[in-house]
């Protein structure tokens, strides 16, 4: 297993360097346990203790062992990324979308106006940006299921 498949294949791992890329690459680990419970959508005490198990005890030390983090004295900090993981990792907010599904909407809208208005130059450039967005869409998805 790669180590970009290895943190793109758990959604912890990925939401743990979220956070810490948010903070400069340095974080207290109680501060990572919120913001991860929060982003699961359960905040009870139960919850953050599941959170807080699995980060201890599994997903840690193994991003530690792959030189991605350090943690010591309840420190998470950030060693460094692989390149290839910021390219899949499209971090998307709760009830927002991705960008490439922007782009794909945005150039159907286009796409369709040019077609409306018999404008062919611009339903051929809205369609020519359509395909290359929903290009991007199938290859991000695809790296991600496949892990």
Do not use: C
């Not at 699961?40 to 005490?45: A, K, L, N, P, S």
């Amino acid at each position: 297993m790669t180590t970009t498949s290895m943190i793109l294949g758990n959604e912890r791992r990925m939401l743990l360097i979220e956070y810490l890329q948010k903070s400069n690459g340095k974080a207290e680990l109680r501060d990572i346990v919120e913001f991860i419970a929060e982003e699961e959508g359960q905040t009870d005490r139960r919850h953050r203790k599941s959170v807080y198990v699995s980060l201890v005890q599994t997903h840690i030390p193994k991003m530690e062992r792959a030189g991605i983090i350090s943690f010591e004295r309840g420190i998470v900090e950030l060693i460094a990324v692989p390149e290839d993981v910021d390219i899949y990792m499209e971090v998307v907010e709760k009830h927002d979308i991705s960008w490439s599904t922007f782009y794909a909407g945005v150039s159907l809208i286009f796409a369709l106006t040019g077609l409306w208005l018999s404008n062919i130059p611009l339903t051929i450039a809205a369609g020519i940006y359509l395909l290359l967005s929903m290009i991007h869409r199938m290859k991000v998805y695809r790296v991600i299921r496949s892990i």
